[in-house]
């Protein structure tokens, strides 16, 4: 793609970066087939080489967004299909971040939905807000026909039923034998996630422990930042990138680190993104390349560096059918995918594949709350494709999809990690004691 920025626009870093990545898409169009919004709409702007032209006309011309641009990148899931797709090695997902900011710097939305993205990006990412809104929101359940549809679209996510706590919260975890731990590394207990399925934590640092890993939580660390980033609010999410960047570089060089796991692939994506974020940072780019790099999912982690030991037990003799869900950020964002569905077979259960499974389910971060009627027919599709190969339960490594999953489907749906956890020693999931 021929690219027209001047000179004085190239000594901006970003747009020296995304230059050299319009410059490498050759407007085949391969994208367009796996992209979740262009099979919706059909409509070119409803696809990745759409929108690739729009941001690159909106930075090259330096113009400000406008009301077309701002609907057709916010249709864009993130899903990074694309990427996957793409034979040039466009790297969409650093565009599109790029296309975000532009916006958030240049377009005033109407006020509706500036109140409502500013709320998300207040409440989601702090775990204090977070339960307060659950406590909040089951205090005014009669009222909640008042609420503007993105807000009752957000009640509906919240489960009926949360996961309990068992462990207690701690800044170590140590292992269960005296001998010396043969790793250690940091967890990142996220935000969301640490509120509404504290079993997943659980279960890996239970695993962890189990196998000799030594597992550390740092009080301060908080949200990846992946949330307000992908909502274009650029000094909250750096504020969140920083803290952490700090925080675990600290912890590397005070006492060692041999990774720092997600288990919530949208969180690991951003972690590992840490580094080109902070590509031209003096004081950051070296940290937040060892960061990055440090970065594992643990489904990753485990295959590497793991020997499990599966025990056998009464309760999970049985061999069960499991379709495994591969979570955009992944299996496109990550390019992990068939390192979790062999752990899985480890466990001597069938794993079978979801039909267009290369489809996101519609959650993508904050998504299904701002694009409901998108994201809803997204889910339909999804669940239609899991409801034919009829599994007795199904598994993901990321706690949106699990949260929109549950939300529409009787089939049960944990996290990779609670199936290894129970095959390795730990109990047996409680979504799954009906089976
Ligand atoms: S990230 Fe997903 S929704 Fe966005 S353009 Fe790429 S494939 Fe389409
Ligand atoms: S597949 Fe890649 S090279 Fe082809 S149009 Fe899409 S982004 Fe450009």
Redesign the pocket.
């Known amino acids: 793609m021929q690219t027209y920025f001047s000179e004085e626009q190239l000594k901006d870093k970003n747009n020296k970066s995304s230059e050299k990545i319009f410059r490498k898409c050759v407007h085949c169009g391969f994208?367009n087939a796996?992209?979740?919004?262009?099979q919706i709409f059909g409509d070119e702007l409803d696809?990745?080489r759409g929108?690739i032209y729009l941001i690159k006309d909106m930075l090259e011309k330096n113009k400000p967004a406008n009301e077309k641009i701002v609907k057709h990148i916010d249709r864009?899931?993130?899903?990074?299909?694309?990427?996957t797709t793409c034979p040039s090695g466009v790297n969409?997902m650093h565009i599109?971040d790029h296309g975000r900011n532009h916006i958030e710097k240049t377009y005033k939305r109407p006020f509706k939905e500036r109140t409502i993205r500013n709320i998300l990006s207040i409440i989601l990412p702090n775990v204090t807000y977070f339960r307060l809104v659950i406590i909040l929101t089951a205090l005014t359940k009669p009222f909640h026909f008042i609420f503007p549809q993105e807000i009752k679209e957000m009640i509906k996510l919240i489960p009926k039923k949360f996961g309990k706590k068992t462990l207690p919260k701690m800044q170590k975890y140590f292992t269960t034998s005296r001998k010396k731990p043969v790793a250690r590394v940091a967890l990142l207990t996220g935000c969301v996630q640490k509120v509404i399925s504290p079993t997943i934590n659980e279960a890996t640092i239970r695993l962890l422990n189990r196998h000799g890993i030594e597992v550390v939580v740092p009080q301060k660390i908080g949200c990846c930042g992946a949330i307000t980033h992908h909502l274009g609010k650029e000094n909250l999410a750096y504020a969140a990138f920083k803290n952490n960047i700090s925080i675990w570089y600290d912890e590397y060089l005070r006492n060692g680190l041999d990774a720092i796991i997600s288990n919530t692939s949208g969180c690991g994506t951003m972690l590992k993104d840490y580094k080109f974020i902070f590509r031209a940072d003096k004081d950051l780019k070296k940290k937040a390349k060892k960061i990055s790099e440090l970065t594992k999912d643990i489904t990753e982690y485990l295959d590497e560096n793991v020997k499990l030991n599966f025990v056998k037990k009464k309760e999970n003799k049985k061999e069960y059918k499991i379709a495994y869900h591969s979570a955009c950020s992944m299996q496109h964002g990550q390019k992990i995918h068939n390192v979790p569905i062999n752990l899985i077979k480890k466990t001597g259960n069938e794993v079978i594949n979801i039909p267009d499974g290369h489809l996101?389910c519609g959650s993508a971060g904050t998504y299904n709350l701002l694009q409901s009627k998108i994201a809803k027919k997204l889910l339909e599709n999804k669940i239609a494709n899991i409801e034919k190969i009829k599994p007795e339960f199904i598994s993901t490594g990321n706690i949106g999809c699990i949260t929109q999953i549950a939300n529409v489907t009787q089939i049960p749906i944990l996290h990779t990690i609670e199936i290894i956890d129970w095959y390795t020693g730990g109990p047996k999931p409680k979504v799954l004691e009906k089976l």
Do not use: V
Request: net charge positive.
């Open positions: 994208c796996t992209c979740p919004t262009y696809g990745p929108r864009c899931l993130s899903c990074y299909s694309c990427m969409y599109i996101c």
